[in-house]
């Protein structure tokens, strides 16, 4: 049967994809950090930085988190060719577009389906990031590209034109999904006034008391203190006798000084707002570049302008987007940590947030940044304006080395570096359970579980037939027991209730093992073998038999 055909993009290396080691998180309790004191019920203290390999990061994440982050948030490096210290920043585009396309992947299985992408990318490698997003999401789910202007001043010096914006690539998981109405700050309502102090704030009179549709319970006259009758409209009021008189009482709907009329306040905090505009270009609302480099400067006052951040982003952008994609309590993403923007600020949000960021800076701004939040000590970005003043926590992690190593003789053996614990927990990702030790020593076996009635056990013992003879005894005959271990003597097949397999040959063949670095940095690439002179670059085809 032929291929289907489809447009797709295409380059070298496009299908080449490897095959993950599913690791484990390793806490540090040093740079894990919370508040001192609880500032309220909803702080958020189970908040993930994790040092490492982003594409690793997400896979050990995977497992845990599928399907439940309701927001991903990265600004990944733009491939324009310009060097930062933080990155570099100008891969050959095939392999540019593969790092992302893997990325891109996982970040979907993440992603809730009423879950949202925002990519924040520029004209370099922009429209052949949203082909590849069109397809892993399909082009039904692209939502938008928003246009963000990001400088606050042109380029004088530019030959041909000044780039002042970005672009804000937006992709759903699913079709339908709808954004949050967004209603801008109080000064794009200047109608709405509270001369008398009203306790629920600025307010204005005007919209229409009477109902869309003629209900028979609407038609009442009303009854001024003065005395005057109030007839209402053709199709009767908004609401029955009960409810307008509850209304009255608390003066949201009040009468004319003659009586002759009633008038509602409607109240600012009642507007919905309007649907998010595409074009996102006052500077008071979503900020800009300069605005960020600013507020670096003020959580770092003693670092030097070499030691900021290169490229960070505003606070005020990422609250446009959680604003859009968001309520308070949801999960947002960031596999491209930065500066540490986006979890600072889903953080004054009342968001969880989970962030990932492979550089120094994780340690060197990231930690420290979102440690002056949790205190309090950060004045800038939006703390004013969602009156942040502290509290919360997050554990800081690390990735786990590989599971597997080659000993002086080239087998494949268990790193010396897993404890018996992590052995645990790192089988339990491989073979697809939950990793739940017991705390009954009488159910030492049970280390996870896949079912109510499954379970794993990890053990670098010999089993011998008793031993698991023994295990089959205490499993019993309505649960079934999953045995990992170096090797066993036992007949396998003489008890109904376990399952005996070796480490490591069940999972060698699953992983690469000893891969720890996926990552954007041109240094730790591997060499392509020679292609010919145009096989490297990215075109469009219809069912290209290399795709």
Partial sequence: MAKKQKLELTWVGKDERPKLEPRILIEDPEKSYHAKVRYGKDDIFDNILIKGDNLLALKALEQEYAGKVKCVFIDPPYNTGSAFPQYEDGLEHSIWLSLMKGRIELLRRLMADDGSLWISIDDHEGHYLKVICDEIFGRENFVSNVIWKSTDNSNNDAKQFSTDHNSILVYSKCPGWISNKTRGDNSKYPHFKNPDDDPRGPWFDGNPLGSPAKRANLIYDLKAPNGETVSPPKNGWRWGKDTMAEKLASGE???????????RRTYLWEQRGLPPSSLWIDLDETGHNRQAKFEQKKLFPNSSKEEWFATPKPEKLLNRIYEVATKPGDLVLNSFAGSGTSGAVAHKLGLRWIMVEVGDHAESHILPRIQKVIDGED??????DVNWQGGGGFRYYTLAP??????????????????PAMLSEAMCKHMGFTYAPSQDADEYWKHGYSTESDFIYVTTQNLTHDACKKLADEVGKDWSLLICCKAYSANAESFDNLTLVKIPTAILAK??????????????????????????LPLFAEGNDNA
């Fill in 253 to 263: 709907i009040y009468f004319s000084e003659d009586g002759k009329r009633i008038r």
């Fill in 379 to 384: 004045s800038g970005g939006i703390t004013k």
């Fill in 402 to 419: 590989s599971l597997l190593e080659t000993d002086k003789f080239g087998n494949w053996v268990i790193s010396k570096n897993y404890n």
């Fill in 511 to 536: 992983c690469e093992w000893g891969q720890d670095d996926y990552s954007l940095n041109v240094e730790n690439l591997p060499m392509a073998d020679a292609l010919d002179e145009d096989d490297d």
